[in-house]
């Protein structure tokens, strides 16, 4: 299972960055990017615990700048994401210990789509000339955003 379908990252990372990815690149991508919603999701939680509650809401993700400003990107690119098939991906992944509310699972694709919209800028930063990013890169950029976030 993906948090999108191929046809969307390509797209995503053509708009957002000019960049070209293949299919071998989607497993990896979709991985990345559900495991960075996984960890705005951990610190939603962590958030909403302080704040004495048992419930993650879309207030308690720490979304920065620059993740909002992809957020609007993404927006504007009129693209629509499968809930249902990122809470399937986060799904396999392990379990929050408290339940997301009904407005942060409908933002749910809003931060999908920011965090791939930043992770093809990422690779634009760190190589400009790059137009179909290779093992190398994406060492780089996963190393980046880990120290990141």
């Not at 400009?128 to 996963?142: A, L, R, S």
């Amino acid at each position: 299972m993906s948090v999108m379908g191929f046809k969307q990252f390509k797209k995503l990372f053509r708009e957002a960055a000019s960049l070209d990815i293949d299919k071998s690149d989607v497993k990896r991508l979709s991985n990345f990017v559900a495991s960075k919603l996984r960890d705005l999701l951990i610190l939603g939680q962590v958030n909403a615990k302080i704040n004495g509650r048992y419930i993650i809401d879309y207030q308690d993700i720490p979304i920065t700048g620059g993740l909002q400003q992809a957020i609007h990107e993404f927006k504007d690119m009129n693209e629509t994401l499968s809930l249902s098939q990122i809470l399937e991906q986060l799904a396999t992944l392990p379990p929050l210990k408290m339940e997301l509310s009904t407005l942060l699972e409908k933002k749910l694709p809003e931060l999908v789509g920011g965090i791939t919209i930043n992770l093809a800028k990422i690779f634009k930063i760190i190589n400009p000339g790059i137009k179909n990013p290779g093992t190398e890169d994406w060492n780089k950029v996963e190393a980046i955003c880990q120290t990141l976030l």
